[in-house]
């Protein structure tokens, strides 16, 4: 079974720029993960979908971050304009649903983009 | 209050010795944990999730949950070197399946 792929591996960009990610989940899993890791912190989740409806964005900067799974695939997550302070790693998970009630689901991770805003 | 709370550390034990990292949690209708370990510069990989009071053990791996008292700890027994990484406690609540993570314990294994 494919993991989540996540590209690019690494960016680097200027202050004010825009900057896009995209990750495709596993395959069969609703519900995808967009966390920030800032370097020595804990994932920060940014934004969660099932399927492509939205269920959690309260700590997405939305002025300047967003994000879209069109189709219930595939996601990308954009920032505009970008800011030093976004320097981190962004990490894409997916997990299937629960059924009859039980959320023994697991979150597995592809392998990050680490940014670096300068 | 965080929702997730672990000791940062660096936790250090020799190689051999059992490993206890513990994690608290705020929100009571917590449905699932999880601990997942990540080595510098990659990322967090699942090891235990555990979903009932008590012990789950998996190989040298032991989760234990006490709902009541709101904390989750994974015991890692006969430490080796290669354990050195930062743990994280995550935590599955809500109808939607939020997952929030605590910043992670960092352990250190002592040759």
Known sequence: ?118 | QKEVEQNSGPLSVPEGAIASLNCTYSDRVSQSFFWYRQYSGKSPELIMSIYSNGDKEDGRFTAQLNKASQYVSLLIRDSQPSDSATYLCAILSGGYQKVTFGTGTKLQVIP
């Open chain 1, 1 to 118: 079974e494919a993991g989540v792929a996540q590209s690019p591996r690494y960016k680097i960009i200027e202050k004010r720029q825009s900057v896009a990610f995209w990750c495709n989940p596993i395959s069969g899993h609703a519900t995808l993960y967009w966390y920030q890791q800032i370097l020595g912190q804990g994932p920060k989740l940014l934004i969660q979908f099932q399927n492509n409806g939205v269920v959690d964005d309260s700590q997405l900067p939305k002025d300047r971050f967003s994000a879209e799974r069109l189709k219930g695939v595939d996601s990308t997550l954009k920032i505009q304009p970008a800011k030093l302070e976004d320097s981190a790693v962004y990490l894409c998970a997916s997990s299937r649903t629960g059924t009859g009630g039980r959320w023994n689901t697991e979150a597995f991770f592809g392998q990050g983009t680490r940014l670096t805003v300068v």
